[in-house]
């Protein structure tokens, strides 16, 4: 028979009062009185069923995800993934709001998060670099009770309670592995010199700076015969990126293979086939976007490293929920796998399996 909150009570002799304001962690409680229902709890093996507790009081779960607002396909469609998980997780009282901010401006980050607490907030999920002025706001954020979680890029050097996404370091390794075996650029062989050319969006994001130290491990260990030239930023724009990548391959026409650590696949594809390259260098980039699937598709990309946002969507719920109740984590559950994509393991996106299916209905009527 499972213990009950009663018999903690008459364990560590204190009212029921008493155990429903430690369980819920409610102040006006002496140390040494936490401390004896603590160990009634512990004797007893006591697991409280928080769902059940939750709904007993109507507690409602209100979070705040807060992501950059650009043209970037993949933040729009990590955007969508959170709101079909929001959507879901409405029935086990949760409440998802997103938040955009300009992605080149950290101060009105900083104020945005500094607007949310007293707004209803049971925890904050973040995407944004790393910046002084950032883990400040964050620091104000867990002072004032809020548990942050970071999304997709980690911010270490912050007060943030934890991290979701890939593993960034071992994603840009895969990368080196992948370049290094398509360009042949093994120690081995002096004749298949090369240069490959590294894009990102900001060096100040932790992302980018995990996955290029990465690759470089790989590209200098496995491959020293292929030469990595030094990161160009885009800032997440197009237009820059068209821009430095048509001077350096202008004068870098030892340039055979490309690695984009971050977005703008539209524009890095336009640009080679601008310049008469698609299709004739080793291109491998991050995430599966729509574009980045058609680029696959058309030869222009040669591999896209990506993570399941459906997945990283529900752990953040799962995550800010756990941090709300001050919970474990299931760390298996919450970790977000690396997926290597080609032309020739290609899933079906979702458009063509929506459309496949009314068609079989339409057939079928």
Known sequence: MRPTVNDIAREAGVSLATVDRVLNARPGVREKTIRAVNDAITKLGYVRDLTAANLARSRNYRMAVVLPDTESQFVQTLAEALSDAGSIAATARMELKLHRFPAEDPHALAALLTSLPGRG???????????????????????????????????????????????????????????????????????????????????????????????????????PGLEVLPSLETHGSGQTLRQVVAERLANAPGVRGIYAM??????????????????????ICHELTPHARHALEAGEITAVITQN?????????????????????????????????????????????????????????
């Open 309 to 365: 946002l459906g997945h990283l969507a529900r752990s953040t719920l799962r995550v800010l929920r756990a941090k709300a109740d001050n919970q474990p984590l299931d760390q298996g559950q919450e970790q977000i796998r690396i997926e290597i994509v080609l032309r020739e393991n290609l899933p079906p996106s979702p458009d063509s399996t929506s459309t496949a299916t009314s068609e079989a209905n339409k057939a079928a009527a």
């Open 262 to 283: 971050g977005d703008g696949h539209r524009a890095l594809t336009q640009v080679l086939a601008d310049m008469g390259l698609s299709g004739k260098l080793i291109v």
């Open 121 to 223: 907030y049971a925890g904050v999920a973040l995407m944004a670099p790393e910046t002084p002025i950032l883990r400040d706001a964050i620091r104000g954020l867990r002072a004032k009770g809020l548990p942050v979680v970071a999304l997709v890029s980690d911010l270490p050097n912050t007060d943030r309670d934890h991290f979701i996404g890939i593993d960034n370091r071992a994603a840009g390794r895969t990368a080196g592995m992948l370049m290094g075996r398509f360009l042949g650029g093994g120690r081995q062989s002096d004749t298949d010199r090369g240069e490959v050319l590294v894009l990102g969006q900001s060096l100040l994001a932790r992302d980018m700076i995990e996955r290029r130290r990465g690759f470089d491990e790989v590209m200098l260990r496995d491959f």
